[in-house]
């Protein structure tokens, strides 16, 4: 099945010490871009400004860019500082765009797609409930939405199956999020170097181990490891082949600036890299 993805994309500007690149990015772009290289057919839905360079978008034969609209005004812009030591100072933004609103396009209702949300932008549509004839497949949830969206987040937990959060996040919204009274959720759960960890019911059901790579820049690694492991099970590919996908690609993100490490990544070298993950993956009894 195809898989829409509905988030921001945005102009970035990464400091990493003395260090700075500007480059395209947001959410939505990582997630779609690392989506589109398992194969999947992907729509990306978000709106940019006027100054958006599309001539710079990447050409993937599996990723459609029709529902990337341009509007009036500016595209969302951030800033992400890092020490020298790659960790995250602080990230300023300015969300001259908002997440795409379903109602406003209403040929999105027109496919049969898996449907995933990104939540950086602190609005989170539920508008997509009375949009989609499906249920919505994936979000991910960032610290800035559990603060100021919990109703939102909430309404929505019935209607996902997937969500992807870090381990601040998952420990900060763990006990009123509830997990345990929606059985049918998987709760993935990344943590940087050690990799990622699976919840339903509150239980860890599989530990996925991180792939040593060389860090150049983190920024978009957790929604590169969405994006794969989505595009796979779009595919109805199993979990654990899912994650170790979406593992592969997070690693090669990570090599290099922005985005720009995934671009060249090899056929050969995203196999290696997810035999090795694949094979080193620890299942417990749920």
Not at 9 to 37: F, R
Not at 67 to 85: A, C, H, N, Q, W
Not at 91 to 98: D, E, G, P
Request: glycine share 6%; proline share 3%; with cysteine.
């Amino acid at each position: 099945m195809d898989l829409l993805v509905i988030g921001n994309v945005s102009l970035d500007t990464i400091e990493i010490g003395s260090q700075k690149v500007e480059t395209i990015g947001g959410t939505g772009y990582y997630m779609a871009y690392a989506a589109s290289l398992t194969g999947c057919t992907v729509f990306l839905a978000a709106i940019v400004g006027t100054d958006f360079p599309f001539e710079s978008m990447p050409k993937m034969k599996q990723l459609n860019l029709k529902y990337l609209k341009s509007t009036t005004g500016s595209t969302t812009r951030f800033t992400l500082r890092y020490d020298d030591t790659k960790a995250l100072k602080n990230i300023i933004s300015n969300f001259n765009t908002k997440i795409i609103d379903p109602r406003d396009t209403p040929s999105l209702a027109e496919g049969t797609y898996v449907v995933h949300l990104t939540s950086k932008d602190p609005i989170l549509p539920e508008n997509f409930i009375t949009t989609f004839n499906t249920s919505v497949f994936s979000t991910d949830v960032s610290l800035s939405s559990l603060e100021k969206k919990r109703a939102s987040i909430q309404l929505l937990l019935p209607y996902i199956k997937y969500i992807f959060l870090n381990l601040e996040e998952y420990h900060q919204c763990s006990n009123w999020l509830k997990f345990s009274d929606h059985p049918n959720l998987t709760v993935i759960v990344t943590n940087d170097k050690s990799g990622v960890q699976v919840y339903r019911n509150n239980n860890v059901i599989l530990d996925v181990p991180a792939y040593k790579a060389h860090l150049v820049d983190p920024t978009g690694a957790g929604d590169v490891l969405a994006g794969g492991c989505v595009g796979m099970l779009c595919q109805n590919k199993d979990l654990v082949a899912a994650l170790s996908v979406g593992s592969a690609l997070a690693s090669i993100c990570v090599e290099g600036w922005g985005a720009s490490r995934i671009t060249n990544a090899s056929s050969e070298e995203i196999y290696k890299r997810t035999t090795w993950i694949q094979s080193r993956v620890k299942k417990y009894a749920e």
